[in-house]
């Protein structure tokens, strides 16, 4: 194995870069983000909420929706140093994420992977019971147990060095975790009164990965080949600049519309162009520049985006060698044809599915 990762600066996780707003396909990310935004002139302020809601019945299912990131990750594990907001992303649509936040930036439990989750005893130490989803299962067809929980805990506890970890708060205070009383259920106790334990387990890797510290130090940087989330993990590849999301078929809670979502490396000075050209979904661009996408009518899009540094284009025509590109374009994305673009605040993700 090679040495441990340098330590990097980390954007702060759910911060929203100010004066920025995102151009949306219509209502394809309605069920993807939740978000708000803030500016420094009351002219630019984007609305508090990034996409309005929509009923899932008005979606089409089927497509590709490409998303532009800054870069593509250079590791798939969030609990290591150099994880950065697109690791998160990715984690958010493979993994399960035992607790969401709500509407109001509350942690609740995620009803896709608990029943239930709850302290049960203050006294003589905090005990946490959880209460899976029987249903929630690991794409290689084991059922999520105690002992993902078990093996997480113990690779991030700080208490062996063999783990690259970074992230250890709160899982340095658990004094235990075992099997439950009935099927399903699992006893979290911790060392002393840990106030914010929903926001542990939040992604959960399997077994497989934090069992091993090679599979977790090396193995996890680069591919999951085990998810459990409406979405599995396709293809990494750094040199085109791109993650590539599938549908997980197998999955039990509410189907994902989207065929695929890729994350592609995109360029800000190259997304406007793009975005009104119709090859690049999802952007943070300024909110100057977003009104001036949806603003243009869809003749007039070249003179929307100012010309790109470098290449006139920025992402490859759709094409068989172009895993951002969909055969149909948008027409078979989950979005109703005629839906007009909409422009929206960045913030923090509530998931992908």
């Known amino acids: ?101 709500d509407e109001a930036g509350r942690p609740e439990p995620n009803p896709d992977f608990l029943v239930s989750a709850e302290v ?13 989803n029987p249903e929630a299962r690991w794409s290689d067809g084991r059922p999520l147990s105690a002992d993902d929980l078990v093996s997480q805990w113990k690779a991030l506890a700080g208490r062996d060095n063999a783990y690259w970890s970074a992230r250890n708060a709160g899982y340095d205070r658990i004094d235990s975790v075992e099997p439950g009383e009935t099927d399903g259920e699992v006893r979290v106790t911790f060392t002393k009164p840990y106030a914010d334990w929903r926001g542990l387990f939040s992604p959960l890797y399997p077994q497989s990965v934090t069992e091993d510290p090679e599979a977790f130090n090396e193995g996890a940087r680069d591919t999951l080949d085990v998810g459990a989330g409406p979405f599995l993990l396709d293809a990494v590849d750094r040199d085109a600049g791109h993650v590539v999301l599938v549908r997980n078929e197998d999955w039990w809670g509410d189907r994902a519309l989207l065929d695929r979502l890729v994350l592609a490396a995109v360029p800000h000075d190259q997304r406007l162009r793009s975005l009104a050209a119709g090859r690049l979904h999802v952007a943070e661009i300024t909110a100057a520049e977003a009104d001036r996408v949806t603003a243009a009518a869809p003749g007039d899009a070249e003179q929307a985006a100012p010309a790109a540094s470098g290449s006139a284009t920025d992402l490859p025509a759709p094409g068989e060698d172009d895993p951002a590109a969909t055969g149909d374009g948008m027409d078979g994305a989950a979005a109703p044809a005629a839906a007009p673009s909409r422009v929206a605040g960045v913030g923090a993700a509530g998931g992908i599915a």
């Open 120 to 132: 049960t005893a203050r006294e003589p130490r905090q005990t946490v019971v959880y209460t899976l």
């Open 1 to 101: 194995m090679s040495g441990r990762p340098p330590k990097v600066a980390r954007p702060r996780r759910g911060g929203v870069p100010r004066r920025t707003a995102a151009l949306l396909a219509g209502a394809l990310l309605a069920p993807l983000l939740a978000a708000c935004g803030a500016a420094d002139d009351p002219d630019d302020v984007p609305p508090s909420h990034a996409v309005a809601t929509a009923d899932r019945a008005a979606l089409t299912e089927g497509g590709t929706l490409t998303w532009a990131v800054d870069a593509v990750p250079g590791t798939l594990n969030a609990y290591q140093r150099d994880a950065d907001e697109v690791t998160d992303r990715v984690a958010q649509a493979v993994l399960p994420m035992l607790h969401t936040l």
